[in-house]
C-alpha cells in the first residue's frame, strides 16, 4: 500500500512569506503527526492531529499552524518565515492505538533566504 | 520533561566488528522506537519495543529494551557498509499513540 506521502517535496520560500505543506497518511492512519529536523536541534514535533483534532503540540511559536480534514489528510502552514524555518519537515501516520508502528513521509524540504 | 540521550552521536567502525548503540531516557516509558535515516532520505522504522525485557532482531541489528533502567541499546553484529547511516531512538511522552521525543542520533559508518 501507498507510503506517507508528503509535497512538495522541495521549496525555496523568501523570509517574510507563509508556507503552506501537504500531507496524505497511509490509508486507515488517522493520527498524523509533523517532526521539524534541523541539524542543530535535531527532530522537534510540531503538533499531532487525530479525527481533525489537534491532540498534541509542541513548544513552537504561534506561526507553526496545522489541520487535518475528514480524509486524514493534513497540511502544515507556516507564517512570517524566517531564516530558522529552514528544515526539513516531516509527516508521520499511525494508527489510532497506542504501540502501534509510527511511518515518515520523505519529507518537505524548506530553504528560507 | 523527558530527555533522550543517545551515545555514542558518532561511530566508525570496521566492517565484521560488533558494537552497541546506546539510548537513555530520563522519565518512565515502555514505549521506545529505532529508526534509521540515511542521508537526505526519510526515517525508515526498524523496531517498536513495548515492554520491559523487548527483545527484537532484524537481520544484523538487534533492539532491547529495559524500562527499569530506562535504557535501550541497539546491538550491530559483524556490521557490513550497507548499515552505514545515522540510527536515532525515539520514547513516547505520554499514553496513546503520542509524539515522539527522539535522540540526537548516532551517525554510523561502517568501513572496510
Known amino acids: 500500500k501507498a507510503g506517507v506521502t508528503q509535497t512538495p517535496r522541495y521549496l525555496i520560500k523568501t523570509r517574510g512569506q507563509q508556507v503552506t505543506l501537504s500531507c496524505s497518511p497511509i490509508?486507515?492512519?488517522?493520527?498524523v503527526s509533523w517532526y521539524q529536523q534541523t541539524p542543530g536541534q535535531g527532530l522537534q514535533f510540531l503538533f499531532e492531529?487525530?479525527?481533525?483534532?489537534?491532540?498534541n503540540k509542541g513548544n513552537f511559536p504561534g506561526r507553526f499552524s496545522g489541520r487535518q480534514f475528514s480524509n486524514s489528510r493534513s497540511e502544515m502552514n507556516v507564517s512570517t518565515l524566517e531564516l530558522g524555518d529552514s528544515a526539513l519537515y516531516l509527516c508521520?501516520?499511525?494508527?489510532?492505538?497506542?504501540?502501534?508502528?509510527?511511518?515518515f513521509g520523505e519529507g518537505s524540504w524548506l530553504t528560507v533566504v | 520533561e523527558l530527555k533522550v540521550e543517545q551515545n555514542p552521536l558518532f561511530l566508525s567502525m570496521q566492517e565484521g566488528k560488533n558494537y552497541t548503540i546506546y539510548c537513555n531516557y530520563s522519565?518512565?516509558?515502555?514505549?521506545l522506537y529505532w529508526y534509521r535515516q540515511d542521508p537526505g532520505k526519510s526515517l525508515e522504522s526498524l523496531f517498536v519495543?513495548?515492554?520491559?525485557?523487548a527483545v527484537k532482531q532484524e537481520g544484523r541489528l538487534m533492539a532491547s529494551l529495559d524500562t527499569k533502567a530506562r535504557l535501550s541499546t541497539l546491538h550491530i553484529t559483524a556490521a557490513v557498509h550497507d548499515l552505514s547511516a545515522t540510527y536515532f531512538c525515539?520514547?513516547?511522552?505520554?499514553?496513546?499513540?503520542?509524539?515522539?521525543?527522539f535522540g540526537k542520533g548516532t551517525r554510523l559508518s561502517v568501513i572496510a
Open positions: 508521520a501516520s499511525s494508527l489510532a492505538s497506542s504501540g502501534n508502528t509510527i511511518y
Open positions: 490509508s486507515g492512519h488517522r493520527s
Open positions: 492531529y487525530f479525527s481533525e483534532t489537534q491532540r
Open positions: 522519565t518512565t516509558s515502555d514505549r
Open positions: 519495543l513495548l515492554s520491559n525485557g
Open positions: 525515539a520514547v513516547d511522552i505520554q499514553s496513546g499513540n503520542t509524539p515522539l521525543v
